[in-house]
Every structure is written in structure tokens, then in C-alpha cells.
């Protein structure tokens, strides 16, 4: 079982940046993969980056490549999404969101093979 509390989401102009919060508690996170996604108004759930809560390579969708970074603190039990040169495209509900792997495989980049879930936190990017 794993609990995320998400935080950090609000309004920003074109240009500027933002940062997200996850605060995750749970037992055997040496094991999990941490991910970020995000919603727009009439869209899909799409994938914005991952990392393993261990650390390591992250994985990064095309559209945020550049200007997002993901990072895992594990002192503060804590995952941050850093996001630079905000674009109103960037508008959305984002998501924490953690699975459980095998030491050996990749993190996950689909919705549907995240079990764990954070409440989301809006994010606006104005014009």
C-alpha cells in the first residue's frame, strides 16, 4: 500500500516555472517507481515523466523533454516534478501516481499499470 499527498499546483505565466510535490508513505518503497501524469480539459490522462524511487535514469515524455525535471528525495519521502518554460499547453490536472516492480525491469508509462494515485493538483499556464 502506498499514499500519495500531491501539492504545489496553482496559476503561472508562459515562461515561468512551478514546482510539484508528492509525499508518499508506504512500506518497501525501495521498491516502487515513482510518475507524474497529467489531464487536460477533454483529453486523456497522459504520461509526464517517472523515475524509480531509488533514483536513477528518469523517463520523460517528448512534449516535456527539456523543460521538466523529476527528481526523488528519499530523506523527505518526497518526488518532485520541476517544471521550466511553462507552456499553456502544459494546462492540465497532474497526477502522482506509483507501482511496485522488479529491481530489474522498467518503470511503467501507461495509466493502467499504476495501481497508486494522488488527489491531482491543478495546474494553469496563462496566456
Same mark, same amino acid.
Not at 13 to 42: D, E, H, I, K, Y
Not at 63 to 83: C, E, H, P, W
Given at each position: #500500500?502506498? #499514499? @500519495? &499527498? /500531491?501539492?504545489? *499546483?496553482?496559476?503561472?505565466?508562459?515562461?515561468?516555472?512551478?514546482?510539484?510535490? !508528492?509525499?508518499?508513505?508506504? =512500506?518497501?518503497?525501495?521498491? &516502487?517507481?515513482?510518475? $507524474?501524469? +497529467?489531464?487536460? %480539459?477533454?483529453? /486523456?490522462? /497522459?504520461?509526464?515523466?517517472?523515475?524509480? $524511487?531509488?533514483?536513477?535514469?528518469?523517463?520523460?515524455?517528448?512534449?516535456?523533454?527539456? =523543460?521538466?525535471?523529476?527528481?526523488?528525495?528519499? *530523506?523527505?519521502?518526497? &518526488?518532485?516534478?520541476?517544471?521550466?518554460? @511553462?507552456?499553456? /499547453?502544459?494546462?492540465? &490536472?497532474?497526477? !502522482?501516481?506509483?507501482?511496485?516492480?522488479? %529491481?530489474? +525491469?522498467?518503470?511503467?508509462?501507461? %495509466? +493502467?499499470?499504476?495501481?497508486? $494515485? *494522488? #488527489?491531482?493538483? #491543478?495546474?494553469?499556464?496563462?496566456?
Amino acid at each position: #500500500q502506498v #499514499q @500519495l &499527498v /500531491e501539492s504545489g *499546483g496553482g496559476l503561472v505565466q508562459v515562461g515561468g516555472s512551478l514546482r510539484l510535490s !508528492c509525499a508518499a508513505s508506504g =512500506r518497501t518503497l525501495s521498491n &516502487v517507481a515513482m510518475g $507524474w501524469f +497529467r489531464q487536460a %480539459p477533454g483529453k /486523456e490522462r /497522459e504520461f509526464v515523466a517517472a523515475i524509480r $524511487w531509488s533514483g536513477g535514469v528518469a523517463v520523460y515524455a517528448d512534449s516535456v523533454k527539456g =523543460r521538466f525535471t523529476i527528481a526523488s528525495d528519499n *530523506g523527505q519521502n518526497t &518526488v518532485y516534478l520541476q517544471m521550466n518554460s @511553462l507552456k499553456p /499547453e502544459d494546462t492540465g &490536472v497532474y497526477y !502522482c501516481a506509483a507501482h511496485f516492480l522488479d %529491481p530489474t +525491469r522498467m518503470v511503467a508509462t501507461t %495509466p +493502467r499499470r499504476f495501481p497508486y $494515485w *494522488g #488527489q491531482g493538483t #491543478q495546474v494553469t499556464v496563462s496566456s
